[in-house]
Nanobody, 128 residues
């Protein structure tokens, strides 16, 4: 059974940093494209999740314009963990952050419907 479990969320003040982690069981990162998505309060549908960052098995990354230069996505294959280092956090970064996976042959995308395996999410709250 494939399972993604996120951790590392919390509450910080603007300008602070957090590191999110996603631990996978039942899948090998070399076969999947991985992504981080944010869902804002008041939205529920998967397609309303905004792509934040993605990485493919070759290490190619993609970022939303709003987080370029502030967030870094990385894979720790030895620990089967996906990480998202978030620096210079802003109040608009607030949301429920999801880790997601899709087969690598579909390519790297930041569109939520592209992904078919999701974690349960971890909350990030940034106060001004």
């Amino acid at each position: 059974q494939v399972q993604l479990v996120e951790s590392g969320g919390g509450s910080v003040q603007a300008g602070g940093s957090l590191t999110l982690s996603c631990t996978a069981s039942g899948l090998t990162y070399s076969n999947y494209v991985m992504g981080w998505f944010r869902q804002r309060p008041g939205t529920e549908r998967v397609k309303e999740r905004a792509g934040v960052a993605g990485i493919d098995p070759d290490g190619t990354t993609k970022y939303a314009n709003s987080v370029k230069g502030r967030f870094t996505i990385s894979l720790d294959n030895g620990r089967n963990t996906l990480n998202l280092q978030m620096n210079e956090l802003k109040p608009e970064d607030t949301g429920l952050y999801y880790c997601a996976a899709t087969p690598r042959d579909l390519g790297l995308s930041l569109q939520a419907p592209w992904y078919n395996i999701w974690g349960q999410g971890t909350q990030v709250t940034v106060s001004s």
